[in-house]
Structures are given as structure tokens and as C-alpha cells.
T-cell receptor, first 112, second 114 residues
Framework: GEDVEQSLFLSVREGDSSVINCTYT??????LYWYKQEPGAGLQLLTY?????DMKQDQRLTVLLNKKDKHLSLRIADTQTGDSAIYFC????????????FGAGTRLAVHP | KAGVTQTPRYLIKTRGQQVTLSCSPI?????VSWYQQTPGQGLQFLFE???????NKGNFPGRFSGRQFSNSRSEMNVSTLELGDSALYLC?????????????FGSGTQLSVL
């Protein structure tokens, strides 16, 4: 079946690294995405990784994919207060025409 | 390049009414998808359109419908509104809708049903 799970809350100190974890169930997933949602806003695409890759780095963001365990993580280096938001993990379904399966979202709180 | 534009930003309706939401995709994008976001159910896929044809549909009742025009703009309609239809409705666009594309979202329409 199609299911994506995330922990609901993460609190970090400003300047530390944040790691948000996600597990998915559909082995036919082609791409996995991380989106950010700030209050009252839509979803902002942060980064994505193809299912045959292990890692992708984009400035402060590092995505790690363990396909065997169906585990995806997003690491944010040097976390800032502006990073406070809800982060969604999502998987695309082969032939799904932009049908993404989203996790419930992880609320990241950054404190001084 | 302008992003995905959704109108209106907020809507208040009463039970039994119907509502139409509008979405203009990024220029050049031909695939438009709709999602519903609620605190209880999270983000759920409603449907996807490409070249005025619905190619995929989520698990929603027939009260939820949509269409796409020749200029790729899309509308979704919800008839006989129920309290549970209160949600943020998000529209997203991409070039062709295949699974290796980036999907860009609008800011959403917040629908409140009283």
C-alpha cells in the first residue's frame, strides 16, 4: 500500500543541525521529495532525490536515502529561526501523474 | 516567471452550497493537480489534469469535480458542501505531469464551510 510516516515534532537550537526522518512503503516510488510549509502558505519544494540515489546535497540541505529500509532523511545544517516550519516528505507513484503521497509533516521549532 | 496562482485566497460558504476554485499554472506548464489539506487527513490528492483531460483521480466523492481549459488554467468545484469540506485546497503545476518532474504549489484557497 501507499503510506508515508514522519515524526510530528522536532525542536533544535539555532546553529545546530536538524534531522527529519521519513519512512515510506511503496517500493515502486520513483522520486522522493521534501517540501516546506510556513504558516498560511502553500508548499515550497526544497529538494528531491531519485530512488536510485543514496545521497543528494544542496547547500545546507542533505538528503539521505536508504532504499532497502525505505528510509529518507533531511538534514539541515546550521539551522536558523527562518527554518521553523512544517516539513513534508512525499513519494511519487510510478505512472501516478503528479499523485504524491505525503507524510503528516514534521513541525520544526528552532529556538535561540 | 509568475508562480502558481490560486483564487480566491479565502472563501466562506454554508452547508449545501457549491463552490468553484480557480488555479492558473506556471506559464508553459500543462499539468495541474489539486490537493486537499486538513488537520485530520493531511494532504490528499484530488485529481490531475493535462490537456483538458483528467488522467488520475483520488478517493473523493463525486461532489468533487474539476476541469481544465485550453490555456491550462483549471477549476475545481465542490457541490453540496459539507462541514468536513473545510480545508486548504492546493493547486500544483508541472510541465507534463510525469513522475520525474518538480511539482510547484500555489498558496492555496482556504475554504470554511459553516
Amino acid at each position: 500500500g501507499e503510506d508515508v510516516e514522519q515524526s510530528l515534532f522536532l525542536s533544535v537550537r539555532e546553529g545546530d543541525s536538524s534531522v527529519i526522518n521519513c519512512t515510506y512503503t511503496d517500493s515502486s516510488s520513483t522520486y522522493l521529495y521534501w517540501y516546506k510549509q510556513e504558516p498560511g502558505a502553500g508548499l515550497q519544494l526544497l529538494t528531491y532525490i531519485f530512488s536510485n540515489m543514496d545521497m543528494k546535497q544542496d547547500q545546507r540541505l542533505t538528503v539521505l536515502l536508504n532504499k532497502k529500509d525505505k528510509h529518507l532523511s533531511l538534514r539541515i545544517a546550521d539551522t536558523q529561526t527562518g527554518d521553523s516550519a512544517i516539513y513534508f516528505c512525499a513519494e511519487s507513484i510510478t505512472g501516478g501523474y503528479n499523485k504524491l503521497i505525503f507524510g503528516a509533516g514534521t513541525r520544526l521549532a528552532v529556538h535561540p | 516567471k509568475a508562480g502558481v496562482t490560486q483564487t480566491p485566497r479565502y472563501l466562506i460558504k454554508t452547508r449545501g452550497q457549491q463552490v468553484t476554485l480557480s488555479c492558473s499554472p506556471i506559464s508553459g506548464h500543462r499539468s495541474v493537480s489539486w490537493y486537499q489539506q486538513t488537520p485530520g487527513q493531511g494532504l490528499q490528492f484530488l485529481f490531475e489534469y493535462f490537456s483538458e483531460t483528467q488522467r488520475n483521480k483520488g478517493n473523493f466523492p463525486g461532489r468533487f469535480s474539476g476541469r481544465q481549459f485550453s490555456n491550462s488554467r483549471s477549476e475545481m468545484n465542490v457541490s453540496t458542501l459539507e462541514l468536513g469540506d473545510s480545508a486548504l485546497y492546493l493547486c500544483a503545476s508541472s510541465s507534463t505531469g510525469v513522475s520525474n518532474e518538480k511539482l510547484f504549489f500555489g498558496s492555496g484557497t482556504q475554504l470554511s464551510v459553516l
